[in-house]
């Protein structure tokens, strides 16, 4: 993935306007955006975040919003209550894991420019249908997932592709469709990505 940053106006903005925000978006070719202005579709809102957090300003020095070692540190972290929500139904724990990378890069405090909530980014609705309090709690919104992901892969007749691209789409996009997945581009890059690194995960664990 390549990062595109664009901070010109962002500096400005830290420096004359302490309540502007900053916001990271993703577009159709994978390119990730950094700037202070709001972007229209199809660019997709990642995060927001407020300047002058300790976040915010590793984002202005290192043009980047990756860290390796908080990504490896939250894997770790929260691997555990992937591996519990897996057993208790039934789904492959690198299932969960991928759709997790996919949906947040195990960032608890991820929110969509939609609403989507958390590690596995539950919307408000959906998340009080799976008994979920508060998604940015990493054991309850992956608890959550877990169990939509498994009502998914019932209703879908364990189909992993499809389950996936409704847990995007949303599971009567998938079925408007005709049981396959949706002529939308958002979600069929969505399902390769999720497909791509289930692979990764299972070839790793096989080895």
Same mark, same amino acid.
């Given at each position: ?17 302490? #309540? %502007? ?5 993703? !577009?159709? *070719?994978?390119?990730?955006? $950094?700037? +202070? ?46 591996? #519990? %929500? ?5 789904? !492959?724990? *690198?299932?969960?894991?991928? $759709?997790? +990378? ?106």
């Amino acid at each position: 993935m390549r990062f595109l940053c664009l901070f010109m106006l962002s500096i400005m903005c830290y420096c004359t306007a302490a #309540q %502007a925000q900053i916001f990271k978006y993703l !577009d159709a *070719q994978g390119n990730l955006y $950094i700037t +202070d202005k709001k972007m229209p579709s199809p660019y997709r809102l990642l995060e927001t975040y407020q300047p002058w957090s300790p976040y915010t300003a590793k984002i202005a020095k290192s043009n980047s919003t990756y860290n390796p070692q908080v990504y490896k540190n939250n894997v770790q972290t929260y691997l555990p209550h992937i591996h #519990q %929500a897996a057993k208790k139904h039934n789904i !492959d724990p *690198q299932l969960l894991h991928a $759709i997790v +990378d996919t949906e947040s890069a195990f960032n608890p405090q991820a929110k969509s420019k939609a609403g989507a909530i958390g590690l596995m980014q539950l919307m408000p609705k959906t998340a009080e249908k799976l008994g979920v309090k508060n998604s940015y709690d990493p054991k309850q919104n992956i608890a959550g997932g877990a169990l939509y992901v498994r009502q998914l892969l019932d209703m879908f007749k364990q189909d992993v592709r499809l389950s996936v691209a409704a847990y995007n789409a949303g599971e009567n996009a998938v079925i408007r469709a005709g049981r396959a997945i949706p002529n939308y581009p958002e979600t069929k890059r969505y399902v390769q990505k999720v497909m791509k690194r289930y692979l990764e995960l299972q070839k790793a664990d096989a080895t």
